[in-house]
């Protein structure tokens, strides 16, 4: 058993002052962009609504370093998961970073980290997949798309469900920089170029630090980006049924997304919006 002592702390949690050389590139993501408890009971309770069960097997594709993998487990004593992701030095942080820390010994049992191409994995079979934060857009032509989505409907137990992410609207095709202030240091996502030709997308993320100093293309994307119907197409091509888009409802306060996830048929013209595609594998 690896005990949860024998994890070394990043600097921001050992309270350290963060600046580009002793911040840690994979901590200030964690801390920017994902909210893996939320997330955790998030998808939880949607596979329950579609499914008529617990989510008890998750895998997480292109899980990086496995946060959201690790809350699964922990939510629940016969949950399990499979992170998988292609690249062995992000998941070798994971491991250090979040399960250890995270997961006791049984609980370690639970999580199976494949270092591996998604396109590869077809088991164990998953009650739910997730292909989040836009991942999947790695693949740029509709036929290696299409292979993801048929891969992840064949890697389904009856009555499975796929969840991805997707994000559009007129503000996401514009080059420009979005800062947001975090503890310690400040986020910042790039939208470096579009083409509208190939709807190429390259994005990065870049820290800054208050003495000055930055971390620039601590994660660089080059993505295509995907449309809700061309998602919505291929998901029903691959023979997932119930095929649809859980919309973001808007705060009027901010104009920003308030959170709330409903299914919707029509969307609403915001300047940039989030949202989710969900298929169902037939029972
Ligand atoms: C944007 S990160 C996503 C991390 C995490 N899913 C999240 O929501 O924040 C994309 C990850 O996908 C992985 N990746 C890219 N192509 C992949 C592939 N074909 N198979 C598995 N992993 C892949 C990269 O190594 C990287 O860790």
Redesign the pocket.
Known sequence: MVSRSSSKPTPAAAGKRLTARTADRHDL??RS??APETDAAFYARWFKKYAGRELRVLR??????A??ACHHVKRHPDNRAIG????GP?LVWGREHNVRPLLDAEQQQRLTLLQ????DVQSPKADAI??????YS??KTRAQLAAYVRNCHRSLRPGGVLFVDAWGGPDVLRQQTDRTRQRGFTYLWEQRRYDPISHEITCAIHFEFADGTRLRDA?V?DWRLWTLAELRELFVEAGFVDVHVLWEGTNHKTGGGNGVFRRKERGDMDEAWISIVVGRKRD
């Open positions: 993501y964690q962009v994902q997480e594709d292109f899980c990086g370093t946060l959201l998988v992701d292609l690249d992000t591996k191409n998604v396109l997730l292909a989040l934060n836009f991942s790695v693949f994660f994307y």
